[in-house]
């Protein structure tokens, strides 16, 4: 397979693409990333340096028609998997502008090169977050549960997954979507709540928390979110949703406790900042359809996975501090001659 991975310069995408790699390494991958501030193309360097990896990186945007168009063409692309977003919620309160543009449009534009091109499968990377959100005693959303996003980002999310149905109803485009809860594991960006708390922590900063630290989610370890994007696009029918989760509901605060416990710090470092407007309670997922028509279910416990990313965190501080100061695109830009 020929398989074009958009945003695999990301958390999710880096793991995926390693994940892949060791899974399938007859597939040849091709990594088409814009590097914006999230994306870190040195993630991938020893397969981008290893002539016999079957790796390519493309430095481009999904937006750009011509370029996508040509880059399906000249690399032969059978399949996609569609991760390029920008994904940090706070950040789309901020300045919903570029989540439209990248989440929505740029989504759009990959499925309609795709469709022109005749590609045979295309997976779209969605959220739980296009859901809305859960009273505490809601059942948890399936597939069936409308789209009733509350954020700018879930919004430009939705938007996109509802161009995808489109194009399946439209043109039997064959594209499936995947919605996947919060995932934690190695190469998150610092900016998200379980990198974020890990630095703070460790530097005896305080440890900022959203209202009274009640909301809750499910958190997922990321090879088991790429694994459900693998068996989506393996097995997975054109036309439908497929939600993937963790089965580990947690308050933000019970996690920050729970993190703080691991490190051996003291719940003292705790504070409680004024919570973001249109903060969603709760997320929960019903994967019965997942793992009814693609086998999937996680294989990694809350507690097993934690602890794995604490571990990476700690024995990758080079790379905490590289993202943190930008180091990272100097590296490349050296090494590159441009990013
Ligand atoms: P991330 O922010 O870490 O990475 C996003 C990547 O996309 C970066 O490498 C960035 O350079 C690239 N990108 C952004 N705009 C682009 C553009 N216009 N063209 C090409 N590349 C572009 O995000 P992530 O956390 O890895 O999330 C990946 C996907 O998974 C997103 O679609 C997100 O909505 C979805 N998702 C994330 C989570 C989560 O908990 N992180 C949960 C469910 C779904």
Known sequence: MRLLITGGCGFIGTNFIYLMKERHPDWKLFNLDKLTYAGNRKNLLELEQDEN????????????????????????????????????????????????????????NMMECARSAGIEKFVHVSTDEVYGTLGPNDPAFSEENPLEPNSPYSASKAGADLMARAYFETYKFPVSITRCSNNYGPYQFPEK??????????????????????????????????TGVELTLLKGQPGKAYNFGGAAEKTNLELVKELLAILGKDESLITY?????????????DYS???KELGFAPAVTFDEGIRKTIEWYQSNGQWLEDVRSGAYREFMDQWYGER
Not at 199 to 223: C, F, H, M, Q
Not at 279 to 285: N, P
Request: proline share 5%; aromatic share 10%.
């Open 53 to 108: 990896s079957g790796y390519t990186f493309i430095h481009g945007d999904i937006c750009d028609k011509e370029f996508v168009t040509s880059v399906l063409h000249d690399y032969k692309i059978d399949a996609v998997v569609n991760f390029a977003a920008e994904s940090h919620v706070d950040r789309s309160i901020n300045d919903p502008a570029p989540f439209l543009t990248t989440n929505t449009l740029g989504a759009q």
């Open 273 to 285: 900042v004024k919570d973001r407007p249109g903060h969603d309670m709760r997320y929960a997922m």
């Open 193 to 226: 709540l379980i990198p974020l708390m890990f630095i703070k922590a460790t530097t005896g900063e305080s440890l900022p928390i959203y209202g009274d630290g009640s909301n809750i989610r499910d958190w997922i370890y990321v090879d088991d979110h790429c």
């Open 289 to 291: 359809l997942a793992e």
